[in-house]
């Protein structure tokens, strides 16, 4: 049976948002196991702003190397 086109952007979209959602999640959590809570909560909402799939893949890998938080927070304001 063909899925209707309604059911298939609705399935898109739903996936897109659980996508970005888990790699904010993930971001959130390596950063920290790095670095003091306090500052990666600071960084929630403008985290939690970045729409774009990729640039959120990107920083959650650079979650993983950044020297320190205040770098990280530059990267995510660029």
């Not at 909560?41 to 920083?59: G, N, W, Y």
């Amino acid at each position: 049976m063909q899925e209707s086109k309604t059911y298939q952007l609705l399935y898109e979209k739903l996936s897109k948002r659980l996508v970005r959602e888990n790699t904010i999640e993930n971001t959130l959590a390596l950063l920290e196991r790095r670095f003091a809570a306090d500052a990666v909560r600071a960084l929630i909402p403008a985290l939690q702003s970045v729409t774009d799939l990729q640039k959120l893949q990107q920083l959650h890998l650079e979650a993983a190397e950044v020297q320190n938080i205040e770098a990280f927070a530059q990267m995510l304001n660029e």
